[in-house]
């Protein structure tokens, strides 16, 4: 799930993304070995990408108003730089699946979609055409780049010196959420928008300035396990029987986040950073090595598989950042320059 983050690492963000995207990858592996109790933790990595996400992109907002020249500007940037992170990634991963005839989820029958569920597919939109997905975790794209159409309207609402309208704006979208996707299923990413508003909170809250007290570092992954705790990750309800909760959690994810001091950088937050910049990779490719893995692969030993689940687990990601995620995020970037106030030098980080 594609994102921009600080333009300084920040420790307890790739922490959380690394949680986000391991308990997807955990979740689906438990799946493929038969034991599916653990379906909440997997959606609610999605929800916590979601927190993560809104956050981020509001800093990302932030950095480039900077530099341009006007908010039609910086719209238009912010859209074509989102469009370069989330769509070449996503392309790839759709006509392969395709080509390859890969299932939508290991243990499954690979069955053609048809083509207009697969041009859905391609453009993400399968939320608006009530299309299947061609494979499983290319559900939440789509609600993802609704929000970034949404984003950098919510950003002119709350910017400058506008404090906690965004306390305002999550309860609105508690009420969006309880109400428009009851008339269109098509628009139910109105369903999530209390966990993307969440994320625009604690950026708000912490951009205010207006304490300086915070809890010690120490207690930010402990809170965030505890709230994944609080979900209940070991069953298999259906999300929108949870939603409700999920809405709360994640507004305490984001307040928990916005008061709490940033942890320091050490052997194992270069193992979350790892995670967090390859989870893009991660999270589009782990459902197709698990399919190789547990099926053409099924005869071999186990001394043979398990190296191979390891090395596809870590080197598909690994390779597509390098060949397909960055080169693109570079192209993007310099695009969206030229929509930006051009006399003004500007280098933005590379996005986890």
């Not at 975790?137 to 970034?148: A, D, F, G, N, T």
């Not at 400058?160 to 959420?177: C, E, M, N, Q």
């Not at 597509?320 to 929509?339: D, N, W």
């Amino acid at each position: 799930m594609p994102a921009t983050p600080h333009k300084d690492i920040s420790v307890n963000l790739d922490l959380l993304r690394a949680v986000a995207v391991s308990s997807v990858f955990f979740a689906h592996l438990a799946a493929t070995l038969h034991h599916r109790s653990f379906g909440s933790l997997g959606r609610f990595g999605v929800i916590i990408f979601f927190v993560h996400t809104s956050f981020v992109l509001m800093a990302s907002l932030q950095r480039l108003e900077v530099t341009a020249e006007s908010d039609t500007s910086l719209v238009l940037a912010f859209w074509l730089r989102r469009f370069f992170r989330i769509y070449p990634l996503s392309i790839l991963c759709v006509l392969f699946v395709a080509f390859f005839r890969i299932p939508s989820d290991p243990g499954q029958t690979y069955i053609w979609i048809g083509i207009k569920d697969f041009l859905s597919n391609l453009a993400l939109t399968q939320n608006l055409t009530y299309s299947s997905d061609i494979l499983s975790p290319l559900w939440s794209l789509p609600l993802e780049v609704q929000m970034y159409v949404m984003l950098p309207f919510a950003y002119f609402a709350i910017r400058g010196k506008r404090r906690y309208r965004s306390i305002a704006l999550w309860i609105l979208s508690v009420l969006l959420a309880l109400t428009v996707p009851r008339i269109s299923w098509r628009l139910n990413v109105f369903l999530y928008a209390p966990c993307f508003t969440s994320g625009i909170l604690a950026f708000d809250l912490i951009r205010s300035k207006h304490w300086n007290w915070k809890l010690p570092a120490w207690v930010w992954p402990l809170a965030v396990l505890a709230i994944i705790v609080l979900f209940g990750p070991h069953d298999n309800v259906s999300l929108g029987n949870k939603m409700h909760r999920a809405w709360a959690l994640s507004l305490l994810l984001g307040v928990l986040y916005a008061n709490t001091h940033e942890g320091q950088s050490n052997p194992i937050h270069k193992l979350f950073h790892w995670i967090a910049e390859h989870s893009y990779g991660i999270y589009l490719s782990h459902i197709v090595v698990f399919w190789i893995i547990f099926y053409p692969m099924a005869e071999l030993s186990l001394w043979i598989r398990i190296p191979a689940l390891i090395l596809g687990a870590l080197g598909i990601p690994a390779l597509l950042y390098v060949a397909i995620e960055k080169p693109l995020i570079l192209v993007g970037s310099h695009i969206a320059r030229r929509l930006l106030r051009p006399a003004v030098t500007h280098k933005d980080s590379i996005p986890a």
